[in-house]
């Protein structure tokens, strides 16, 4: 992490929508043209049991762009500092997270599924579990 993000760094991306009143709707992702960065890998979230929180997090380096594409969520960001809350609830925006916040899902509704794409690969190394090990990397 090259320097200190903060919650305010963390930006909502409305996704371009293409409205059917005969078919639905259709939203696009694409990398390095909806998001800022090249996608690397692509999972979801779903069948979270009432009052469980996913996430509990912070990345060094990978950047997440979260997107509900069913039901809804909430997102807390921690930044050592300073949170702030967002409500996930449209599948055409979707939440950017960069590195060095601390990240819970939290308050799913039934039904919810929460879509995540993230800039790199899996890496352990890249995961901060620890909320204390956060605050001091903050720190330094």
């Given at each position: 992490m090259n320097k200190l993000t903060k919650v305010n760094d963390c930006k909502m991306i409305s996704l371009?929508?293409?409205?059917?009143?005969?078919?639905?709707?259709?939203?696009?992702v694409e990398s390095m043209n909806s998001l800022p960065f090249d996608i690397k890998r692509m999972f979801f979230i779903y069948d979270v049991?009432?009052?469980?929180?996913?996430?509990?997090?912070?990345?060094?380096?990978?950047?997440?762009f979260i997107v509900a594409a069913s039901g809804s969520f909430l997102i807390t960001l921690d930044d050592g500092v300073e949170t702030r809350t967002v409500m996930m609830n449209q599948p055409y925006n979707g939440l950017l997270v960069e590195p060095g916040i601390w990240i819970t899902l939290h308050d799913f509704s039934s039904g919810a599924i929460a879509l995540v794409f993230t800039s790199d690969l899996f890496n352990p190394d890249d995961h901060i579990k620890d909320y204390r090990v956060f605050l001091e990397s903050r720190n330094k």
């Amino acid at each position: 992490m090259n320097k200190l993000t903060k919650v305010n760094d963390c930006k909502m991306i409305s996704l371009e929508k293409y409205p059917s009143e005969r078919l639905g709707n259709l939203s696009v992702v694409e990398s390095m043209n909806s998001l800022p960065f090249d996608i690397k890998r692509m999972f979801f979230i779903y069948d979270v049991p009432g009052g469980e929180s996913r996430g509990g997090h912070s990345h060094r380096e990978i950047r997440e762009f979260i997107v509900a594409a069913s039901g809804s969520f909430l997102i807390t960001l921690d930044d050592g500092v300073e949170t702030r809350t967002v409500m996930m609830n449209q599948p055409y925006n979707g939440l950017l997270v960069e590195p060095g916040i601390w990240i819970t899902l939290h308050d799913f509704s039934s039904g919810a599924i929460a879509l995540v794409f993230t800039s790199d690969l899996f890496n352990p190394d890249d995961h901060i579990k620890d909320y204390r090990v956060f605050l001091e990397s903050r720190n330094k």
